[in-house]
């Protein structure tokens, strides 16, 4: 098998590592609804363990980082922070949905601060994403739901900024940008372990298996192949959790989205889908074309 694995191109390797980091991330949601610690207590937990598991893996990497590494821990604490408090005050499945806008905000920067070429193609992808975005928020929301869908989207924009400043920083500083951002969500969250609080042996568990499998091998496997794929393309593959994550709630949880959830998240998938479809045939058609001119 590793013979195998070490006869891909880098590029295959990549997806790869960013299919498997997706495949690890989409547990989070039954667990985070499963876990009776509040959003911030869980957060708390969960960083400590992810950040000894990047002690144990990278060791004094960890403490090398350049100005871009800290962009990205920034970002990435963004990310852990928002989506757990989303997921706890509304469904799971429009917490995943809502954050995996993230591509729409990637089309829409990645040209400006990375100098790639916009395509005609991501402006009607941005604005059919956008209209699914809008179904989340059709019906009677209550006031907790209506701030967790809120919350959802902060995370997506943190995690567009992830993708982004990931792609800027070295990879051998991308380790501690990881790193610093669950220290830094450890340190916003710290105050809520001051009181008195509770934990179960089965919370300890659950807490455990976020913070070293979902949370922390997860990212170090992700760091590991967002260097091989555009940024557009890794959030793409990340489809993958917003798919397996509502599947693993209803199952683990029993909680079921609504109807315009569901189109919303099926809209914007398919939409992204569709826009990497069309456009990687029409960069092998137009460079199948320079190479028979040339």
């Known amino acids: 098998m590793k013979e195998q694995f070490s006869v891909l191109s880098p590029h295959a390797k990549g997806i790869i590592a960013v299919v498997v980091a997706a495949i690890l991330w989409s547990s989070g949601g039954v667990f985070i609804k499963l876990i ?16 000894g598991v990047f002690v144990v893996i990278y060791r004094e990497k960890v403490l090398k980082f350049d100005k871009f590494a800290i962009i990205s821990a920034i970002f990435y604490s963004g990310v852990l922070i928002f989506f757990v408090v989303a997921t706890k005050l509304t469904t799971s499945a429009n917490a995943i949905f809502l954050q995996y ?31 699914g ?17 809120l919350f959802a989207l902060v995370s997506g924009i943190c995690l567009a900024g992830l993708f982004l400043s990931l792609r800027k920083t070295k990879r051998e500083h991308q380790p501690s940008a990881i790193f610093m951002g ?33 949370i922390g091998i997860a990212y170090a496997i992700f ?27 209803l199952i683990g949880y029993g909680e079921r989205p609504s109807a315009w959830a569901i189109l919303g998240g099926v809209i914007i998938i398919l939409t992204i889908i569709a826009r990497s479809v069309v456009l990687d045939r ?5 460079l199948k074309f320079t190479v028979k001119e040339g």
């Open 182 to 214: 669950n220290i830094l969500v450890a340190l916003i969250c710290s105050y809520s372990v001051f009181t008195p609080i509770t934990v179960s042996t089965n919370d300890l568990l659950m807490v455990g298996f976020l913070g070293i499998f979902q």
């Open 36 to 51: 009776e610690l509040n959003s911030i207590q869980l957060s708390f937990f969960r960083s400590i363990f992810a950040a």
């Open 133 to 149: 975005m809008t179904l989340f928020f059709v019906g009677e929301l209550q006031p907790g739901q209506l701030d967790g869908n």
């Open 101 to 131: 806008t993230a591509p729409v905000y990637v089309l829409i920067l990645e040209p400006l601060l990375l100098k790639t070429k916009f395509e005609r193609i991501n402006l009607v992808a941005i604005i059919l994403c956008f209209a």
């Open 282 to 286: 029409f960069r092998k058609r137009k």
């Open 223 to 249: 760091t590991y192949g967002i260097t091989r794929v555009e940024a557009v393309e890794a959030s793409l593959i990340g489809m993958i959790e917003p798919v397996l994550n509502p599947v693993w709630v």
